[in-house]
């Protein structure tokens, strides 16, 4: 069996930043300026006054900000609040092929690091980089067996890309980066049972906190096996019944699974995607308001009525399971962000009446990705937009202007409009910052 | 499916001290007792040293105490340092049904939330009663298959364990104790990969500081989902082949699984427990010193000299690992414990001259519980003794004289006689106690 932990963990150890492509460390910046924007976004949640409220009374000094917010904590606590904000709207990151949410667990542990020992904004992209990289091998290492059993994989594998990203920040040696990836790998946890409820945000924050422990516990030399991903009773033979050590190993260095990154455009499932896509592409192509419609047929794959067929939605929560209540804002704002998920957007008259006249029905020719949407106008008229692939996917990714327009979205609901500009501005070119921490000083409420 | 979760939670909920027997209280006094012990003799170990190295910048106001030391802590902290210290000479509770070391996780936790939120030593021991109940009976309805797959059950069952005793001394609802539960379950982790290395005790500390967090955060309302336990990609079914919830059920409230607990006279794997056990009975029925003894002959189990076969161990941990060096140290010093187990009684030159005279044979009739041991004097004479159950088993429960006599051992190692005097005798009327913080306290160095 190939000794998968060291590698990694050489590979790690030995990265030069030179080595990074252009492309890849740009590819990192959008990664983090879409991880900015969801957790200042998520700041204010029910859940995270809860989770502040339950364990700020056992936080160390003040190390790290919460983004967003006031409170400033030890850099574990940060870690682990900055994680669950992150994924409190499930509108972060997305590695396609594994479903895991990258930044979550490793943007949470490097940016609160990065405030208290303060590292270049090179090195920070560097780290974010690698620690994607490693959680996203692994996680392809053992899906989709693993993510079928039950896993959280952006708990499971997530916590060893946090204890990666922040070794190679604290300058690890080849046999402390095994460590780090051992004692990360052993408190590799996360039920998917937890979906729908508070625990799963906790799950990234709570890797971030842990990936971040563990490498703090490594630098000391806290011992744990120097096989903790590969062995019999390692993370990838207990935790699933599949593993391919050939997707840890070939091409690394030469391929980064940073570039295969996406970021929702819409704050709902991505099965949803292609249809809020086509409402809006209508809209915005023969100026609809909603108010001309006379009904709407969406043509979708069948996963769309499973997951999303709630008809008559009452909450923004629930909004966010209904395909109809989603064409509808489409139509009228143009947008699907948290804010067109609000209870009050969910239950205003003029969403409900439009949301009415949505009929969806399956059309068992279409895969997930495409849709076809038919509108019939008051004045006899009908349009209709097909989309093969939504924007959002690897085949249309978003634009710097649309993630820019998403974090504007996200963060303007709880900082001043000009302290956004701010932040925004320094997360763009956090890679050119002398302290990467900044960026977490700067979004402070 | 049973909904276990809700089950385990409203009992733990409406559980009344008045319904727990005087026996099994006296057995939770005897658990509280070992454990104290434990986690003061391995306070000062290298990896305390690292743990509080590493993570100390970290911690919180100085809430509780790290036992056999002067630092105090944030909960958290103190619970993750007093369950590393439990485990660290692997010395510490077996719950033999499942090799569960019940008291690190649920001990750990309640003592460090204890000493910051006050509560009665009939309170204390309630809680403890409740949290290996919680642990054990969920350990039962997974194991073996949960084990064999390669989980710390100690790290994984102890998580919820720590959660449900936390819970009872927070006084939370039916429904808070189900989410915190709940929350412990998703974080359940621990590799046996890591059996020989630091990250060992590191499981029971982390289970400990991880299911008080549960109880914190449910405390004040963060949810999980209803079912942790028991739903199809809850804990049972994600990190276990088997689930028998029967095991959970049956008998709750009526049998306590404390009741089961023993506790180890040698600090060593419990294989080579009845060969000690033999050579201190020749020792001390014939008043055997050492140098009298021409050979020693052991027909053991096959286990033994599978799991302890190392001829010339070089370090205390070697000889842990030595059914050889662990019989000269019975017949020298009468006793197994973990200064039989340092460096340099390894290497003392009586010790190892009597250790070269030690010879084992596997006896395939011998279960794992039996040895013969017979020793040739010099003198012409032949000794044996035959043990049916060693001392420490189910069978041959150590007495309250004997656990006494372990504490010392390990207590008189890192605090002054006097003081020990003192802790030991908090720790026996713990149950009695107006605040059963105050055991810790007065363990602080």
Redesign the interface.
């Known amino acids: 069996m190939e000794e998968v932990t060291r590698i990694l963990a050489r590979y790690v150890v030995e990265s030069r930043f030179e080595s990074i492509p252009a492309t890849t460390r740009h590819h990192a910046t959008r990664t983090f300026v879409n991880w900015l924007g969801c957790a200042i976004g998520g700041s204010h949640h029910e ?1 995270m006054d ?2 502040l ?3 700020a ?5 003040a ?1 790290a900000s919460v983004l967003g917010r006031s409170e400033r904590l ?4 940060a870690a682990l609040l900055n994680g669950i904000s992150s994924h409190m709207f499930d509108f972060d990151d997305t590695h396609l092929k594994t479903v895991i949410h990258p930044a979550g667990p490793v943007c949470s542990a490097i940016l609160a690091l990065a405030e208290h020992r303060p590292v270049s904004g090179e090195d920070f992209v560097h780290a974010l980089v690698l620690g994607v990289e490693v959680e996203c091998r692994i996680g392809n290492s053992v899906y989709p067996n693993h993510y079928d ?4 994989i952006t ?1 499971t594998a997530g916590v060893m890309g946090a204890a990666a990203a922040c070794g190679k920040l604290l300058g690890l040696n080849e046999q402390q980066m095994v460590w780090a990836l ?2 990360a ?10 979906f ?4 799963k945000p ?2 990234p924050g ?1 890797a971030a906190k842990n990936g971040l ?1 563990s490498a ?2 490594a ?7 120097n ?2 991903i590969e ?5 990838a ?2 935790l699933s019944t599949k593993f391919d050590p050939s997707e840890i190993i070939d091409g690394l260095g030469s391929t980064f699974e940073i570039d295969l990154n996406t970021y929702k455009p819409f704050a709902c499932g991505i099965v949803i995607h292609p249809i809020i896509d086509a409402c809006v592409q209508l809209r915005n192509e023969h100026k609809l308001t909603g108010d001309e419609i006379e009904s709407v047929l969406a043509k979708v794959h069948p996963l769309v009525l499973e997951l999303t067929g709630k008809k008559t939605p009452q909450t923004g929560l629930e909004g966010k399971f209904s395909v109809y209540h989603s064409a509808a804002a489409g139509f009228i704002y143009g947008a699907a962000g948290e804010r067109e998920y609000s209870d009050a957007v969910v239950r205003d008259t003029k969403v409900v009446a439009l949301r009415d006249k949505v009929t969806a029905v399956v059309d068992s020719t279409m895969h997930e990705d495409q849709t076809l949407v038919e509108v019939r106008l008051k004045d006899g008229r009908t349009l209709s937009k097909y989309v093969e692939a939504a924007i959002g996917s690897l085949k249309r990714p978003q634009t710097d202007a649309d993630l820019e327009a998403k974090f504007r979205g996200l963060a303007e609901d709880v900082l001043p409009k000009a302290q956004v500009d701010k932040v925004l501005g320094l997360a763009w070119k956090v890679g050119a910052l002398a302290s990467a921490g900044d960026v977490a000083a700067a979004a402070r409420k």
Chains 1, 2 share one sequence.
């Open positions: 859940g809860i989770a409220a339950a364990l009374p056992m936080a160390g000094a190390q030890d850099i574990l606590h059993t039950g896993w959280h708990g051992g004692i790998a052993t408190q590799s946890s996360g039920l998917r049972e937890m729908g409820t508070m625990c906790f799950h709570n422990m703090l516990l630098e000391k030399n806290f011992t744990s096996s096989r903790g062995a019999p009773r390692g993370f033979h207990v």
